[in-house]
């Protein structure tokens, strides 16, 4: 067997949520990631009989029978991963019965995955139905997209405009928009479903006055369209209490869509 500490799954795990930390979307336990993993790989590290404990997730995933993620801890800090992977981080693997999580590896102090495991699961299910390449589903608080939240309509159409405007290469790395939920409890199957709703349409969904998820193929992605999303809503917070003098136009963002050959959502352009 292979170490795991040295595999490049737990690797980008550490790497991506100490970057996530230093940029301050993830204060103390704010955050999670879940990233599905390649069976055939994870055997190089881990006996896959070997079921460490089961834990109930709380929801029917019967897409996601036998498949395995690795996925942030309940209560833990995205600070910490990078120290100490193995009681921040676990292994599941979802059993034959589609409600049960089973524990291969992680979790080391008794914990669980986040308590946001329904947003997750149910997103990456509403992803592999558009995309099957999908693989990363992200959450985190990034600071001035959700300082925008408060000053800006939460409203998909509006709100993706906004961002679009703001910043000229939005439009190439989410032709897509972004999907807005109102305010809504989190850590429960009700936000996890609306999440899901949202997902068929948009790789990237903002909670109303909490924060954001993405969903991608890769790590790089993901990370990608949020940072993209928080660089333009940076520029848009730091530039919304003076005169707009300057703006993208709705014509340009047509030029910009037609000249990467990006498939966009026509409806959100006048
Ligand atoms: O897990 O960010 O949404 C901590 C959170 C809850
Ligand atoms: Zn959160």
């Known amino acids: 067997m292979k170490d795991i500490f040295k ?3 737990v690797e980008e795990m550490k790497k991506t949520t100490a970057n996530m930390y230093r940029l301050g979307w993830d204060e103390r336990n704010g955050g999670n990631i879940s990233y599905m993993l390649n069976e055939a790989e994870v055997a190089e590290y881990l006996d896959l009989n070997n079921v460490i404990r089961t834990i109930p997730t709380g929801f029917k995933a019967d897409a996601l029978i036998g498949k395995i993620f690795i996925v942030t801890g309940t209560g833990k800090y995205f600070k910490n991963v990078e120290v100490d992977p193995e009681s921040n981080l676990g292994i599941i693997r979802i059993a034959k019965d589609g409600t049960t999580a089973e524990l291969l ?9 986040t308590s946001e495991l329904p947003a997750h699961l149910m997103s990456h299910m509403a992803r592999l139905g558009v995309n099957p390449e999908n693989r990363v589903v992200m959450h985190c608080h990034p600071t001035y997209t959700l300082a925008m939240n408060y000053s800006h309509k939460l409203d998909d159409r509006e709100f993706t405009r906004s961002l679009w405007k703001t910043c000229t290469e939005c439009m190439v790395v989410f032709p897509d928009g972004v999907g807005v939920l109102p305010w809504m409890l989190c850590g429960n199957n009700e936000i996890g479903e609306a999440t899901a709703e ?3 349409e948009y790789r990237l969904v903002i909670w109303g006055l909490h924060g954001i998820y993405g969903a991608g193929k890769d790590m790089d992605e993901t990370f990608g369209l949020i940072e993209t999303v928080e ?4 520029l848009y917070m730091i530039s919304a209490h003076l005169p707009r003098i300057n703006t993208i136009t709705d014509d340009q963002l047509r030029v910009i869509a037609e000249a990467f050959k990006v498939d966009y959502r026509k409806d959100f352009l006048d």
């Open 231 to 234: 660089k333009a809503a940076q």
């Open 198 to 200: 949202k997902m068929k």
């Open 7 to 9: 595999s490049p799954f």
């Open 105 to 113: 590896w992680g979790y080391s102090d008794g914990g669980r995955f």
